[in-house]
């Protein structure tokens, strides 16, 4: 058994191997078979490409070292033009020509500053105009509304007089008038307020260093407008303070009051009193003196 078990073995494996060797050449067969088939498919392809003529070659050939001269001419020009460059170079390589370049750029630098600054001032001075413009403008503008407001001025001064002239009565400034003897009265006229010197609710005493003053009390006065024509109510006063038409009366005027003035005036014409004037300048009071009873102005 054993015996016929190896021989079997041994035919099988004799067949695997004639079975790979032929295999293994029926492969390698196959690649040389197909190589074969490829050269010829090649060689086929070579063959259709057209063969250049001779005339066509020796043409290019021509072309090629035409080329090829024209190439060497340009290597020339550079290299003569490279040499040219560094001969240049080498001569402004010098400390000198270091200098004038530097100096040259900074005259560069200078006049391209000073273009800058010229460029500048001329907007500068363009801005400037156009604002000096602008404000001729306005002061035309300014005086031609000035003008307007002058002209409405005088026709408004014109119409002011023709009021004035309508509805006021004609007044001159008081003149002073001395009458002989004591006074029987006294009377202030300020801010267009009569006032009682001597009646204590209409007049208000002080003393400041040593000097005693007498100032009206506006406020308890008869009030008399400068369009009042009437002068029923100075006689009423008069008449209320018991003042009989034959004494006499001194009344100070202050600036403020002399169109007033001349409505008291009728009045004490009309009474028959005869008065005395004196005018109080701006801004003085009434004042006794130390060792005077006498009242003046100060």
């Given at each position: 058994?054993?015996?016929?078990?190896?021989?079997?073995?041994?035919?099988?494996?004799l067949?695997?191997?004639?079975d790979?060797?032929?295999?293994?050449f029926?492969?390698?067969?196959?690649?040389?078979?197909?190589?074969?088939?490829?050269?010829?498919?090649?060689?086929?392809?070579?063959?259709?490409?057209p063969?250049?003529?001779?005339?066509?070659q020796?043409?290019?050939?021509?072309?090629?070292?035409?080329?090829?001269?024209?190439?060497?001419?340009?290597?020339?020009?550079?290299?003569?033009?490279?040499?040219?460059?560094?001969?240049?170079?080498?001569?402004?390589?010098?400390?000198?020509?270091?200098?004038?370049?530097?100096k040259?750029?900074?005259?560069?630098?200078?006049?391209?500053?000073?273009?800058?600054?010229?460029?500048?001032?001329?907007?500068?001075?363009?801005?400037?105009?156009?604002?000096i413009?602008?404000?001729n403008?306005?002061?035309?503008?300014?005086?031609q509304?000035?003008?307007?407001?002058?002209?409405?001025?005088?026709?408004?001064s014109?119409?002011?007089?023709?009021?004035?002239?309508?509805?006021?009565?004609?007044?001159?400034?008081?003149?002073?008038?001395?009458?002989?003897?004591?006074?029987?009265?006294?009377?202030?006229?300020?801010q267009?307020?009569?006032?009682?010197?001597?009646?204590?609710?209409?007049?208000?005493?002080?003393?400041?260093?040593?000097?005693q003053f007498?100032?009206?009390?506006?406020?308890a006065?008869l009030?008399?407008?400068?369009?009042?024509?009437?002068?029923?109510?100075?006689?009423?006063?008069?008449?209320?303070?018991k003042?009989?038409?034959?004494?006499?009366?001194?009344?100070?005027?202050?600036?403020?009051?002399h169109i007033?003035?001349?409505?008291?005036r009728?009045?004490?014409?009309?009474?028959?009193n005869?008065?005395?004037?004196?005018?109080?300048?701006?801004?003085?009071?009434?004042?006794?003196?130390?060792?005077?009873?006498?009242?003046?102005?100060?």
């Open positions: 058994m054993a015996r016929r078990a190896s021989a079997e073995a041994k035919e099988s494996s067949e695997l191997l004639l790979t060797i032929c295999n293994t029926g492969g390698v067969l196959f690649i040389a078979i197909l190589v074969i088939v490829l050269v010829n498919m090649s060689s086929r392809q070579v063959n259709k490409i063969q250049k003529s001779r005339a066509q020796d043409l290019e050939l021509l072309q090629l070292q035409h080329d090829l001269e024209q190439a060497r001419s340009q290597l020339e020009t550079l290299n003569e033009t490279a040499s040219q460059m560094e001969t240049i170079k080498a001569q402004f390589t010098n400390q000198e020509s270091i200098v004038l370049a530097k040259l750029h900074e005259s560069e630098l200078n006049i391209s500053q000073t273009v800058i600054s010229t460029t500048r001032s001329g907007e500068e001075t363009a801005e400037m105009q156009q604002k413009n602008e404000i403008e306005q002061l035309e503008q300014q005086s509304e000035l003008k307007d407001l002058r002209k409405e001025l005088e026709n408004l014109v119409k002011l007089k023709g009021v004035v002239a309508k509805n006021s009565r004609e007044s001159r400034l008081p003149t002073a008038q001395k009458e002989v003897g004591a006074p029987d009265a006294y009377f202030i006229l300020k267009g307020v009569l006032c009682n010197l001597t009646d204590p609710a209409e007049s208000r005493r002080s003393t400041e260093s040593g000097t007498l100032d009206p009390v506006l406020s006065g009030k008399i407008s400068e369009k009042q024509t009437d002068i029923s109510p100075v006689t009423d006063r008069l008449d209320s303070k003042i009989p038409g034959r004494h006499l009366i001194r009344v100070w005027v202050s600036p403020d009051s007033q003035w001349n409505l008291v009728e009045a004490l014409v009309k009474r028959g005869p008065y005395e004037l004196i005018l109080l300048p701006d801004q003085k009071r009434l004042s006794y003196g130390a060792s005077s009873r006498v009242m003046r102005s100060q």
